[in-house]
């Protein structure tokens, strides 16, 4: 476990580098950033650096005994604290205090990584106010979360905040090709999905999102053949899987923003599904901006009924025979 482990985030790397050199750890962090963007590994990074046995300067050496029991999640002086269910409970926090309180067993500094941290209601919050008030001394607090507004204020203002952003979509195509195996194609594809996280396109059942949007894309081109009462039973019958249904509007959406783009841009590249970019250039010479626009609405329209539980049979009832209206 070292820094070299991390891709990207150069930025947030070198902060803690030179926090390191420096002799400038703060005693609390808070890394926010999309879910599955390199937070955790980044922090774990960035303790294996603070115990590293070896003098590799301002960074883990990933090889040594402390370093390797860090990537294990079995260093004693590196604790993980997770939710316990759906959230991180004042009695985990209470024994994470007490920990903390503790010198380093074996190593320099003993770190607490609490990850999901959004997920401490207000209770573990106040609860872990006063640490972060007068933390103990070898000690270091790296909170990490998606949702930094759902802090109090007073947990934010005592914590060092490091965004992370999005890693570029070509260099997660890059590292989908050489961990996944994946086709250029299909990296790339992945790449746009994953808005950036590693994690989520590592994760991605990639053919199943290619099936997926071949499916819609065939609804899409027979809709203009059918008849009312075959747009009706079709309706009807995507309906029944209001998750699935949820999931087609999502798809329309990313359609038709790829079909905008690429009339205002011409560029392939930029295209999320770069498999429907036949059908996109065959249709760019009867491509209307108004209607592109009003069929996003559509979309967006029907999407936000579904959150208010509107009966999913009306809503695409609804959708498909406005799609099909001139």
Known sequence: MSFSSIIGHDRPVSILKRAIQNDAVAHAYLFSGEQGIGKRLTALAFAAALNCQAAVPAGGCGVCPSCRKVAAGSHPDVHLLSPDGTEIKIDQIRA????????????????????????????????????????????????????????????????????????????????????RGLDAGDAWFTAALSRGSLGRALDMDVQKEKTDREQFLSLWEGLAGLRHHEILALAEGVSRDREGFDRLLDIGIEWLRDRLVFHETGDERLLVFTGGFDRIRSEQSRFSLARALRDIDLFIQSRNLLERRISAQLVAENLFLKLVRA
Do not use: H, W, Y
Not at 108 to 129: G, R
Not at 154 to 163: A, D, M, V
């Open 96 to 179: 994470a205090q007490s920990d903390l309180s503790l010198k380093p067993f074996e190593g320099q500094k003993k770190v607490l990584i609490v990850d999901s941290a959004e997920t401490m209601n207000d209770a573990s919050q106040n609860a872990f106010l006063k640490t972060l008030e007068e933390p103990p001394g070898e000690s270091l607090i790296i909170l990490i979360t998606c949702m930094p507004q759902s802090f109090l204020a007073t947990i934010r203002s005592r914590c060092q905040e490091l965004t992370f952003q999005p890693l570029p979509r070509q260099t997660m195509a890059d590292v989908l090709q050489k961990q």
